[in-house]
């Protein structure tokens, strides 16, 4: 008998709404969900794979253990008991003989099910100190910039239709395609639209304005945009003198940081500059959109406070058309507390993390990735010996991938869950096999919607668990069982139960609504020290940091190491593609069909001048090391300005060779030592320094 059970695909974080077509246990086919407001019906490539995902003969399917060398690619099948017995006599091992910081638990990016808070709980009841997510260079910058400022994350309003709409540093096309279909209607009712991008992209062509700064100037760049609202007093006065506290600090602060002064660092001429200002702040209701590209500078916080004062300024917080408080529906939030369970790890333990000292945010708890490396390699400032991976391919994805390598060659245990074997679970001792979001039942709460969905298990991949049920029999044989529940639902219980719901009954509700407040600072305040929007931020101040967003050049850029630019002439970027996400997705056919090689994009002009042809094979250089991808010609970046694809490996070239992780990874080329972000410890992953020329015929 046919079933259609409603779910969310989970190949990325947007959250999409599903329908999945059964036959008794066989899945026919997986559709968009007409109903979810997210996607309306549409799936991305990604997501329209998703069953090639699930049973894709590379899966997984039972854990593995080691033999012989690290790295060796020799595995032998063992039990879940075996293995989950080996993982936790290493992790009570290393902790007697290293104490609790010897540990790291590291999880890779936002899988929506609660995964990390789970993780955090373990290490918490654990009294383990050093939990890594990927919070410094996914989303959370960009949080703690709102939040800093006034105190909520907004969320885009489309329903009342936006007159201007800001995309900043975002590919919604190919990463959220939910708010890219309501941005696409939203123009083509007219609103009118400003790209900053540094490509040419489709939505660049429609835009009425396009601004093509210098990759990793964007902080300059908001401090001119900033500068000219004020200048040509297009603020909204009502607005800020009732919310605002800050302005004439802003103002004098602004004072120099013309769209004149800082064209050598954006590379945008003033007049455009000047055209997206008035564009935006005068056009009413506007939404700005940011995206990842803001977070990978140490300059995110910063930048994310510009783009928050921008919203202030133009008076588009809380407004129909605008961006408004999204009041989530009444579960457990993901990072409440009561899940982690923080107050368990003595506040001795918790001074031990990595990074406890380096003077970040206070309201930071992770480890960064850069430290843990340091860590293991220099024992500084003590020995790590032991890493439990959950889903984090951090060869490709960690900075300056070389170090990252080598200390995970140096652990003394490893333990990697993943769906694959991946080139960093290749270097595991144990290897655990995760399951793909088919394989979970999950309660699903999206980043950028006031919605929770559900989503449910539908198919077993050989002995597949949950990283829930993985952690859950971890936790019992470490003796802390009684912190977990006796099933996942019973966990699933508990998220909910704020909303008075058990997860059987969410089952058959399948999405719960919260709603979009406008205008909630009038009854309630902002939620800052001040009650307003904080331009000039008390906390910031109150904490040490900069209270208003300075731009100062950062080292491997022209204006912070001009003496390297004849080394390294060229700026090195890099974005997602449609087709994978992160290092995801290299060994499904459709997906590798459509993008089949690492490329790198470079101006016709540049290539000539360096001799390279379209399809070369071309190296690209840092003080790091090398990599080399296949070049394609493009008009649509700047001449100064190379675009390399990024977190590639070869999943068909062998686990002997660690899949060559390192021939076109880009974080080969990142750095790990120079200052990272003076809030989040942000290391600078995009706008740096590179030189690029031809690869010797027949060099490796
Ligand atoms: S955008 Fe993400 S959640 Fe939506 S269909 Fe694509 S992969 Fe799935």
Not at 244 to 250: D, K, Q, R, V
Not at 488 to 502: K, M, Q, S, V
Not at 526 to 555: H, N
Not at 666 to 674: F, H, K
């Amino acid at each position: 008998m046919v079933q259609i059970v409603k779910s969310a695909c989970g190949m990325c974080q947007t959250g999409c709404g599903i329908l999945v077509q059964l036959d008794g246990a066989r899945i026919q086919k997986i559709s968009g969900d007409p109903d979810s407001p997210i996607n309306k019906g549409r799936l991305c490539p990604k997501g329209a794979a998703s069953l090639e995902f699930l049973n894709h003969p590379g899966r997984l399917k039972n854990p593995l253990k080691r033999q012989g060398p690290r790295g060796g690619g020799s595995w032998k099948e063992i039990s879940w008991d075996e293995a989950l017995d080996t993982v936790a006599e290493n992790l009570l091992k290393t902790k007697a003989a290293f104490g609790p910081e010897g540990l790291v638990f590291i999880r890779g990016s936002f899988k929506g099910a609660y995964e990390g808070a789970h993780l955090a709980r373990l290490a918490n009841v654990l009294g383990a100190p050093n939990v890594a997510s990927m919070a410094p260079v996914c989303y959370i910058p960009r949080v703690n910039g709102n939040q800093l400022t006034y105190g909520f994350e907004p969320v885009p309003d489309y329903a009342f239709p936006p007159a201007a709409i800001l995309v900043w540093g975002a590919n919604l096309a190919e990463t959220r395609i939910g708010e890219h279909q309501d941005l696409m209607e939203a123009v083509d009712r007219g609103a009118e639209l400003v790209v900053i991008d540094p490509r040419r992209t489709p939505l660049a062509e429609r835009a009425a304005v396009w601004l093509q700064p210098r990759p990793g100037s964007d902080l300059a760049l908001g401090l001119s945009l900033i500068q000219t609202i004020i200048e040509e007093e297009w603020v909204d006065r009502v607005f800020v003198d009732r919310w605002c506290t800050g302005f004439e600090e802003l103002k004098a602060h602004c004072r120099g940081l013309s769209p004149e002064a800082l064209e050598s660092v954006t590379w945008v001429k003033p007049d455009r500059v000047r055209a997206a200002a008035k564009l935006y702040a005068t056009a009413k209701p506007a939404i700005l959109q940011a995206g990842n590209a803001i977070d990978h500078s140490p300059h995110n916080v910063q930048t994310a406070r510009a783009l928050a004062i921008l919203r202030a300024l133009t008076g588009n917080l809380g407004v129909p058309g605008g961006e408004a408080l999204g009041v989530p529906p009444e579960i457990l939030p993901m990072g409440s507390p009561l899940f982690d369970l923080r107050e368990k790890l003595p506040a001795e333990i918790r001074d031990k993390r990595l990074n406890a000292r380096d003077g970040l945010l206070p309201n930071i708890f992770y480890a960064l990735p850069q430290s843990i490396v340091r860590a293991v390699l220099e024992e500084d400032p003590y020995p790590v010996r032991l890493a439990y991976v959950q889903g984090c391919n951090l060869l490709l994805t960690y900075p300056h991938a070389g170090r990252a390598c080598q200390a995970l060659q140096k652990l003394d245990f490893l333990a990697v869950a993943d769906l694959f074997l991946t080139p960093t679970a290749a270097l595991a001792d144990v290897i655990l096999p995760a399951a793909s979001y088919l394989e979970v039942d999950a309660v699903i709460a999206p980043p950028y919607y006031p919605m929770v969905q559900v989503q449910q298990k539908v198919a077993q991949v050989g002995e597949s668990r949950s990283d829930a049920a993985i952690i859950r029999g971890l936790a019992q044989r470490l003796g802390l069982g009684e912190f977990f529940w006796e099933s996942e639902e019973e966990g699933l219980d508990f998220i909910l139960e704020p909303a008075g719901l058990r997860f059987q009954e969410f089952r058959q509700m399948g999405v719960l609504s919260g709603h979009r407040s406008f205008r909630h600072y009038e009854k309630q305040g902002f939620a800052t020290p001040s009650g307003k929007v904080e331009l000039f931020s008390s906390r910031l101040r109150d904490w040490g940091f900069d209270p208003l967003p300075v731009y100062r050049p950062l080292p491997e850029t022209p204006d912070g190491s001009p003496e390297l630019t004849g080394e390294y002439p060229l700026i090195l970027t890099s974005w997602k593609v449609g087709a994978f996400r992160h290092s995801g997705g290299r060994q499904i056919e459709s997906l590798r069909g459509s993008h089949a090689e690492a490329v790198v994009w470079i101006h016709p002009e540049t290539a000539e001048k360096l001799g390279i042809a379209e399809g070369d094979r071309t190296v690209i250089e840092t003080a790091r090391g090398w990599i080399a991808q296949q070049a394609r010609l493009t008009d649509k970046i700047d001449p100064r300005v190379v675009g390399v694809d990024y977190a590639w490996w070869f999943p068909e070239r062998g686990a002997e060779s660690l899949f060559d992780w390192d021939q076109a990874n880009v974080n080969m080329l990142t750095d790990d030592r120079n200052p990272s972000g003076s809030e989040l410890g942000t290391p600078q992953l995009r706008g740096f320094l590179c030189r690029v020329y031809k690869a010797e015929e027949g060099s490796a």
